[in-house]
Nanobody, 115 residues
Framework: QVQLVESGGGLVQPGGSLRLSCAASEIMFRIYAMGWYRQAPGKQRELVAVISNDGITNYADSVKGRFTISRDNAKNTVSLQMNSLKPEDTAVYYC?????????WGQGTQVTVSS
């Protein structure tokens, strides 16, 4: 069982930045693909960004050029740097760890973009 703990959410003004972090308990962290998803009120959970176990990244079109996902296998962490935030980025952001046959979610962290 992998435990994922997100941090770094909060309230930010439009155009501002936040950095989300996710710490994983799994010592075999490096074999997992890691991702960030988000869910806004009344909407389905959607992919924001993923990074494979060998560092290949993929982003939702809505965040390309503004968000950057990265991972540190030595520290078992994955981060999401969010710049030029917009009100439509407001959501609960979830960390996800995935490998063939298993997937795990964190508890989520709230990001609110508002003036």
């Amino acid at each position: 069982q992998v435990q994922l703990v997100e941090s770094g959410g909060g309230l930010v003004q439009p155009g501002g930045s936040l950095r989300l972090s996710c710490a994983a308990s799994e010592i075999m962290f490096r074999i997992y693909a890691m991702g960030w998803y988000r869910q806004a009120p009344g909407k389905q959970r959607e992919l924001v960004a993923v990074i494979s176990n060998d560092g290949i990244t993929n982003y939702a079109d809505s965040v390309k050029g503004r968000f950057t996902i990265s991972r540190d296998n030595a520290k078992n962490t994955v981060s999401l740097q969010m710049n030029s935030l917009k009100p439509e980025d407001t959501a609960v952001y979830y960390c996800n760890a995935r490998r063939p046959g298993a997937g795990y979610w964190g508890q989520g962290t709230q990001v609110t973009v508002s003036s």
